[in-house]
């Protein structure tokens, strides 16, 4: 080993022998006893390869590079390599060679689509790469490797890694890959209308094939709908974009992707044809199995628009289509998308707002029909949200019972109505004290010890058991058992009050009054606003309440089921509270037919704890309430 490499030459040095032999005027011919021997190895070398002057001609080529074009090695010399192998198509090759060539790169390596001897086309892998100087000539050498193979393997892998194996579908990773290039500015600035649309869609009760007849018959069924959107698509197919793309997502979850959409009536129609295409019934391993689809439907500009964002949009669609009733589709609204975001950002926060102090309590009079004065006073809910103001109850007290949150916050309330409802108390000693009225979710007596909680919070506060009342939903109270009803029962027995809420909405079943442990009866305000009529039937209107406005149109068939049911009540040891009153009239009828206690805008409108101190003490707030100044806001 005297410093030398064995074995066989590189294929810059096998070139450099060829310049030298082969082109005085690339370098004089220097004695070399091996010359001839790299002369042959050129030649003959498996790698098509050819030198190259610095002007871009072919000085010599081996006998490869002429079998891979079609020609004799000897008729290149001089011809120019970059027609060859067409390194002019496209401008970034074309500098990056003429770079190389002026010797201010050291190599360009690109991939060519050539035509080959046989005549068809071969994916080649060029590189062009200087050659070491011989006696002061530069050189290039220019090698060509078939690599069609490679790029056919290359090319199977992409397509399992991109197609789905059940349904043969392009997959969720194709389609993405789809919808980001069609969002891409360049695919929408030269030519295209700059719209994009999808039908995202789901397959109702899927999950019920697969459960009872296997997963085998499901992955058949989903096959079948396959080729049925692919044939839909087909039919679909646009004169400019063509048939939309139909991908599998995942599941049983698909997708039509709609490229230069003409407008939300072509994604409409599409939604149709899907529909369509799958009602007949589907024969799968000599089984009949009926199958309908959900469809999410968003057509938008594609300035903007993210393929996240129109995928989010597409979802909530989808979503939206399965709670209208399934087998439909559906558009996606930007009205009720906004409402839907503005219900997740409540949800969000709801929780960290009890412990920010967001929330406030108001109270509204609960006045005894015979004299006019304040009996008691319902706590109403307020949440001052930072962003959106002051929200009323029906904003976010179904969310708090979603995700628990009025667990803690029913705990708040009920601690902050008692401690009101003391300070009250002490504030005005020669005065009947109030009770309190709070509302209680069902999910509380199930998800905490309620129990526990009213007892804690009435040691906490010093107030009276018998000045808390609770109040229940009709339908959460009647069919009350275990727990629910344990609860109650211990909640009476240690004197507070029940009060089922909204009363003869719900069950109505009048059979329960007898065995639950219910002091209160609140009439649902539907039956108050019945009694908007003159002696000879015709509705009357008071206190902006108009007939068929907010609820049943005005009937003295109303007053008769009241008048029915404060006489059933009574009997049973009950007190009955009629809500929304809102006119004199109403209050007068209510009186006559033995409504003790009534709660309304004729009195009040829920106010801060202050204002209820002002009534207290007072005459009360009788019908006087809207003179004062405290009705409708």
């Not at 709670?323 to 997740?344: C, I, K, S, V, Y």
């Not at 058991?465 to 027995?493: I, Y």
Request: with cysteine; aromatic share 6%.
């Amino acid at each position: 080993m005297n410093g030398t490499s064995e074995g066989p030459a590189p294929a810059a040095d096998l070139a450099r022998s060829a310049v030298t032999d082969s082109d005085t005027s690339l370098a004089p011919r220097a004695p070399c006893a091996g010359s001839a021997a790299y002369r042959s190895a050129f030649t003959a070398a498996p790698l098509a390869m050819a030198v190259v002057d610095a002007e871009g001609l072919v000085v010599s080529a081996n006998d490869t590079l002429g079998t891979l074009l079609g020609t004799d090695p000897d008729a290149l010399a001089g011809r120019a390599a970059a027609d060859l192998v067409d390194l002019a198509s496209d401008t970034g090759t074309w500098q990056a060679y003429r770079e190389v060539l002026s010797g201010r790169r050291a190599r360009l390596r690109c991939t060519r689509r050539l035509k080959g001897a046989d005549g068809h086309s071969l994916w080649a892998q060029v590189t062009v790469e200087p050659l070491a100087e011989a006696e002061g000539a530069p050189g290039l050498l220019l090698s060509v490797a078939d690599i069609s193979a490679r790029r056919e393997l290359q090319a199977r892998l992409r397509h399992l890694q991109m197609h789905d194996p059940v349904t043969r579908l392009p997959n969720r990773a194709l389609f993405f890959e789809r919808l980001t290039a069609a969002l891409e500015a360049d695919s929408y600035e030269h030519g295209g209308t700059g719209r994009i649309g999808v039908c995202y869609l789901d397959l109702d009760g899927f999950k019920a094939v697969n459960d009872t007849l296997g997963h085998r018959v499901g992955d058949r069924l989903l096959a079948a709908v396959a080729e049925r959107l692919t044939r839909c698509a087909e039919e679909a197919a646009h004169a400019r974009s063509g048939a939309p793309l139909v991908a599998r997502l995942g599941g049983d979850e698909f997708a039509l992707l709609v490229e230069d959409s003409t407008g939300t009536d072509q994604l409409a129609d599409l939604a149709e044809s899907v529909l369509a295409a799958l009602e007949a019934p589907f024969e799968v391993a000599d089984r009949r199995l009926s199958v309908t689809a959900s469809v999410g439907v968003v057509e938008r500009h594609t300035a903007g628009t993210t393929p996240t964002a129109l995928m989010q949009a597409a979802d909530t669609t989808l979503y939206w289509a399965k709670a209208d009733g399934r087998a439909r589709w559906t558009l996606f609204d930007p009205e009720r998308n906004a409402t839907r975001m503005t219900r997740q950002a409540l949800a969000a926060t709801l929780r960290p707002a009890i412990d920010r102090g967001e929330f406030a309590l108001e109270y509204q009079p609960l006045v005894g029909m015979e004299d006019g004065r304040v009996r008691g006073v319902e706590a109403l809910i307020r949440w001052n949200h930072p962003q959106f103001g002051v929200l009323a109850p029906n904003r976010f007290i179904a969310l708090a019972e979603e995700d628990g949150s009025i667990v803690p916050l029913g705990r708040w309330i009920l601690r902050t109505a008692c401690r009101q409802a003391r300070s009250w108390q002490l504030a005005h000693p020669d005065e009947p004290p109030i009770f309190v009225s709070v509302n209680v979710a069902v999910r509380q007596v199930w998800d905490s010890d309620l129990v526990a909680d009213v007892a804690a919070t009435l040691e906490e506060t010093g107030l009276a058991p018998e000045l808390l009342q609770l109040e229940l939903t009709e339908s959460a109270v009647m069919g009350s058992a275990g727990r629910p009803l344990q609860a109650l029962k211990a909640l009476s027995d240690m004197g507070v009050h029940i009060a089922i809420d909204d009363f003869g909405t719900g069950y109505s079943n009048l059979a329960y009054l007898s065995r639950l442990p219910v002091s209160v009866l609140k009439l649902d305000g539907a039956f108050v606003r019945g009694f908007q009529y003159d002696g000879g039937g015709a509705p009357v209107g008071g206190a902006g309440t108009a007939a068929g406005a907010d609820g049943p149109a005005a009937s003295p068939a109303d007053e008769v089921i009241v008048e029915a049911m404060v006489q059933l009540a009574h009997r049973l040891g009950l007190t009955v509270t009629a809500e929304c009153v809102e006119t004199s009239d109403q209050a007068s009828r209510l009186r006559r037919i033995g409504c003790d206690t009534g709660q309304g805008w004729l009195y009040s409108r829920p106010v801060a704890p202050d204002r209820i101190s002002a009534l207290l003490g007072s005459a009360g707030p009788g019908a006087a309430g809207v003179q004062a100044g405290v009705g409708k806001p």
